[in-house]
């Protein structure tokens, strides 16, 4: 069974299901729903995003961590680096993002977050090394959804990671 968890600003709603089809997400929230979803890039989530006109993807950084983790602390070579990178990286945007926060009016922190952002694709989808297939699944994901783990630049009030 899928505890699957809707959640707005004044109330959350879970639903038991025996299935992580797109099926659900039509059937709850429906294909009329113009929020922010956030997903850990199941295929359901992407075939969802496609129905839904008004919908905006943000995808979870800490699934995202959670294989980079992976490549540095298990994997010698140029994986351990690719992962190493890419965390501080992470690192550098969330700093940046923090930051931004504070000053929300900042348009120079505002340039640095997308230029470390636009570092941060370009690391992950041309300087994978060419042996590892978690490095690939990394870059493949990136260049099909990438755009979506920044959508918490673009919108206010979307934050990097949910953290409820």
């Known amino acids: 069974m899928w505890i699957w968890t809707f959640i707005a600003a004044t109330f959350t709603v879970f639903f038991i299901s025996a299935s992580r089809s797109c099926a659900v997400l039509e ?4 294909t009329g729903f113009s929020g922010v979803l956030v997903s ?3 295929g359901a989530y992407t075939l969802f995003h496609e129905k ?3 919908l905006v993807m943000r995808l979870c950084w800490a ?4 294989s980079l983790r992976n490549l540095a602390e ?3 070579g140029e994986r351990r680096l690719y992962g190493l990178r890419l965390l501080e990286l992470k690192d550098r945007l969330f700093r940046l993002h923090h930051l931004s926060r504070e000053d929300p009016y900042g348009i120079g922190l505002i340039c640095r977050l997308q230029a470390c952002a636009a ?4 690391h992950a989808m041309e300087c994978a090394p060419e042996n590892g297939r978690e490095c690939h699944k990394i870059v493949k ?3 099909k959804h990438g755009s979506a783990y920044f959508t918490f630049i673009y919108m206010r009030g979307v934050e990097p990671t949910y953290s409820r």
Request: one cysteine or more.
């Open 27 to 30: 059937l709850v929230p429906g």
């Open 40 to 42: 850990d890039c199941h």
């Open 52 to 54: 839904c006109k008004d």
């Open 63 to 66: 699934h995202l961590i959670r």
């Open 74 to 76: 298990n994997h010698v």
């Open 119 to 122: 570092g941060f694709l370009y």
């Open 141 to 143: 994901r990136m260049r």
